[in-house]
């Protein structure tokens, strides 16, 4: 036989439910308070939902953020962050720096292109050869709108799967994966939260592709919970999960880890610019499996299914020529 | 199940050579970028340089040339957001109805009494009159200025709205009809946008309307924001005053109705002006660099017919009176009038270089923009960082593919290496497809192709999973082949159309640089189900048919 990477054996018989007040009520407790995290430390929001203005600086000399700051603080910008940025592509003369400014008065337009000059004008006294490689501004009025853009977006996300499960499945799987996605989005909100790295759009970008990946990983596991609740008519409900979770284990983690080879790389590889971004995503493969394993099919154990009732897999209806398939496997 | 029709084999290798031929333009996109670059130049100017003429030599005509756009973070470029001040046209629309409705009502002075002005809100007229009693006299007078607005919406709706109270009239625009002004200002600003845009000769601008009064606008190569706002909002707006007298400061009280503007050339020199513009830029159907009699560099320009008639009523009742040339507010030129200009056309003189005039005649060309704006937002990014962006991420995905492949093969020996094949072949059709819709890619859209790499062997994981399963319960190979394809259908048309569903509402929420995530996403998902179910599954069948094992390893 010839060789095969086998990350999972071909048969397992773990039982999930088994340290359930700990890999269940603990994921539930961390899911409320990253929740709460968001009030209190509180994101570190991107200028896309505060509103302001980020100016990438570059330079061949060495940087002093210290002398940024000073250079800056004549112009009264208000609130101003100045962060150096390391990243293992840039080249051994290449220090690059980011310059966060607050919204600049009440009006809700973005800050000009006078106002960045005069930046560039200050820098330049302490450091000549620094450049401007990148600015970003946005007004108060648009940031305030993005803000609810993207929580509406979520929100309409969830609801979107929940009818699509619900459709295909059972209300209890819906109200299951929804349970799960909510625990992957706070998570990895929390997981921003204890960093504090920069939330902006794309990141919610990010948190809406975990949701799909993680609603992906749930179906899997639901499908084959179907199938099996109708071959095993009198096993506990509890065990038929076990089994489904064990049969699809192998797919689930090879999936997993192609996922993660591919973004792995462009965590890595990638730059600064997108880190944010794949980092979350790279985080959600984790919380995802997680939750598939070990949160949504609890919900659905807690509430139940109806085992008299079956629904038929519409997508027979779609794909046609399965009745041979189930005439076979009775055969066999 | 093993045998393959032959038209749909036919069909599978038909797309795959198609996509293999639509990918090709972007292996050598810097050879293409000049070939369609010097395709528009010739458009536009109808020759070519010799430079021209070698790039677009440098790809056959018969090859597709469509190529995928990089977005601004990957090319450099600016982006801004503008919001449209719909009422700044409510206000010229009124200030347009001034003029007649006064003398409409001066005509009725007998029932309605004196009439003034009073300050308003700037989408309004308001107007006291001396006689209270005659106010209804007043509302039918100012009523017949209103003409039936014609929209799905607002049928049997007037233009104007006329209230009276008291001894104060108010007229103000109806609802249906600001309706329609609002979007006949969007429409026309985002035109003048991307005229102006398109007139400084960039490539593939993005002018799109969001929302009922923003514009975005993407100008991929442009140097700042602050470049591109220069270039929209240089305003332009010509008029052709009556001139009443000389100023020597801007301070000098002009008379009613009447208002001082500097002299653009010569510092310290004003003139009082009519307020009303005997003509304006809008009525101009052409305008184009000219030479004067002198040989100076200057703006010829012709009127629409009803500009033409004004301008020729007006030079022929004011032949030696001098009248001004307003350009942006300030007097370019204020010749005095020698004869009666009819025809509608004229030059402009003033002290232009050539470069200026050519500059001017094509702002008025481009026409005033109909309303101010703001810029809520402003992006700029610099080409080196674009660059950059570019080649970490070919490189990331170069790795990210790499080690999906070997991962594949070492889980899955042979089958394993057709679902690479397959996914290499789902890439090619997400650049592909992307080339030739002409998609932009970004940033996070090379991040989507990197997520599509790791999601889309999930189909053939399911499938080569469940054949495992299959051959374990001893099934002979061919069953398990089958089974494993049609056992796992369900699980894979659930997780892709979740999938899909989310990258549709990036697609729709989102903006800029997250829909081009959405895009390859989408892109990915519908490539990944045709390449991890119909190619994979050709290849394994047409391998079957060639091995004929007795047994089967997956």
């Known amino acids: 036989m010839a060789f095969r ?22 994921a539930m407790i961390a899911t409320v308070l990253s929740a709460l995290s968001m009030f209190w430390p509180g994101l570190s929001f991107g200028i896309d939902f505060k509103g302001g203005t980020t100016i990438r600086t570059e330079t061949s000399q060495v940087l002093d953020v210290a002398a940024y700051r000073q250079s800056l603080e004549t112009l009264n910008l208000g609130d101003v962050v100045i962060a150096e940025v390391f990243d293992p592509n840039f080249r051994a003369d290449q220090h690059v720096a980011t310059i966060r400014i607050q919204a600049q008065g009440e009006g809700p337009s973005a800050m000009g292109g006078e106002q960045i000059a005069g930046v560039e004008t200050a820098l330049k006294t302490i450091d000549p050869a620094v450049r401007i490689v990148s600015t970003e501004s946005v007004g108060p009025k648009v940031s305030g ?41 706070f998570l990895t909100i929390g997981l921003f939260v204890v960093f504090q790295i920069k939330f902006d759009l794309s990141i919610v970008a990010a948190l809406l592709t975990i949701l799909s990946f993680s609603v992906n990983d749930k179906v899997v596991v ?14 506990p409900l509890r065990d038929v999960m076990n089994l489904s ?73 779609i794909f046609g020529d399965k009745v041979e398939v189930m005439d076979a496997d009775n055969r066999g | 199940m093993l045998l393959f029709p032959l038209w749909k084999r036919i069909f599978i290798l038909g797309l795959c050579v198609i996509g293999l031929i639509f990918v090709a333009p972007n292996l050598f996109y810097k050879t293409v970028e000049a070939h369609n670059d010097a395709i528009t130049a010739q458009e536009r100017s109808g020759m070519l340089t010799d430079e021209q003429a070698v790039a677009r030599t440098g790809w056959p005509d018969w090859l597709p040339s469509g190529l995928v756009n990089l977005g601004l973070d990957l090319r450099g470029g600016a982006h801004l957001l503008a919001e449209v001040h719909l009422n700044d046209v409510y206000k010229a629309r009124m200030d347009g109805l001034w003029p007649e409705l006064r003398r409409l009502l001066a005509a009725e002075r007998g029932t309605i009494g004196s009439i003034r002005r009073l300050s308003s809100d700037p989408g309004e007229i308001r107007i006291q009159i001396g006689n209270a009693a005659g106010l209804a006299r007043a509302v039918e007078v100012a ?9 799905l919406t607002g049928v049997g709706q007037n233009d104007i709205d006329v209230t009276a109270q008291g001894d104060t009239l108010t007229i103000r625009l109806s609802d249906a009809e600001k309706a329609s002004t609002d979007d006949r200002t969007m429409q026309q600003s985002l035109e003048i946008v991307r005229r102006r845009v398109d007139a400084a000769g960039t490539r593939e601008p993005t002018i799109m309307r969001q929302g009922s009064d923003r514009i975005l606008i993407e100008v991929p190569g442009i140097g700042s924001a602050a470049e591109l706002k220069a270039l929209i909002g240089t305003t332009a707006k010509l008029t052709f005053h009556q001139v009443v007298g000389r100023a020597t400061s801007a301070d000098q009280a002009p008379g009613a109705g009447q208002e001082v503007r500097p002299d653009a050339n010569e510092a310290g020199l004003y003139y009082i002006l009519e307020t009303l513009p005997v003509v304006s830029g809008d009525e101009l159907t052409d305008a184009r660099p000219e030479t004067d009699q002198n040989g100076m560099p200057s703006v010829g320009f012709r009127f629409n017919t009803a500009g033409a008639r004004a301008f020729g009523d007006y030079t022929a009742s004011h032949i030696g009176e001098p009248f001004a040339i307003v350009l942006d507010g300030k007097v370019i030129s204020a010749p005095v009038i020698q004869t009666h200009i009819a025809g509608g056309s004229g030059i402009i003189t003033g002290r232009f270089d050539v470069q200026q005039a050519t500059d001017l005649a094509l702002l008025l060309r481009a026409g005033a923009l109909p309303a101010g704006m703001t810029f809520l937002e402003e992006r700029t990014i610099g080409p080196e960082l674009g660059a950059d962006s570019v080649q970490a991420g070919v490189y990331a995905s170069i790795v990210g593919f790499s080690a999906v492949v070997i991962f594949m093969i070492a ?22 497809f992307m080339s030739v819709i002409g998609a932009t890619l970004t940033m996070p859209g090379i991040a989507g192709i990197v997520l599509t790499m790791g999601t889309a062997v999930d189909a053939n994981v399911l499938i080569f999973e469940r054949m495992r399963e299959e051959l374990r319960r001893g099934r002979n190979p061919v069953r398990a082949f089958e089974l494993g394809f049609e056992k796992a259908m369900s699980a894979i048309v659930d997780a892709n159309v979740t999938h899909f569903m989310v990258g549709m509402i990036l697609f729709v929420l989102g903006a800029g640089p997250v829909r081009g995530f959405a895009v390859t996403l989408l892109i990915g998902i519908i490539a990944s189900v045709f390449t991890a179910l119909w190619l994979v599954r050709m290849m394994i069948a047409d391998w079957y048919r060639w091995r004929r094992p007795k047994t089967l390893v997956v």
């Open chain 1, 245 to 317: 979770v064990n049969e699809t284990l192998a797919r689930t983690v090879a999936t997993s880890v192609t996922t993660l080879l591919a973004l792995v790389p462009l965590l890595v590889l990638g730059g600064d610019v997108i880190r944010g971004f794949v980092f979350a995503m790279v985080w959600g493969v984790f919380v995802g499996t997680y939750s598939s394993i070990f949160i949504s099919k609890n919900i659905v154990l807690m509430l139940g299914v109806n085992r008299d009732k079956k629904k038929v897999d519409p997508s027979t209806k």
């Open chain 1, 145 to 185: 709108e993005l803000i609810w853009t993207a929580v509406w977006s979520a929100i309409a996300t969830i609801i979107g799967i929940m009818i699509y499960i619900w459709i295909r499945f059972e209300w209890q799987f819906a109200v299951g994966t929804a349970i799960g996605l909510i625990h992957d989005l």
């Open chain 2, 143 to 151: 009523k017949t200025l209103a003409t039936p607005v014609v929209t």
């Open chain 2, 411 to 432: 889980s899955y020996g042979l089958f394993g290496f057709f679902a690479s094949v397959a996914l290499a072949f789902n890439i090619i059709f997400i650049i592909a």
């Open chain 1, 222 to 235: 639901f499908d084959r919970l179907r199938e099996n609740l109708i071959k095993f008519k009198t096993m």
């Open chain 1, 5 to 26: 990477l086998k990350l999972v054996p071909a048969h397992t018989e773990f039982d999930f439910f088994r340290h359930q007040w700990l890999t269940f009520w603990a």
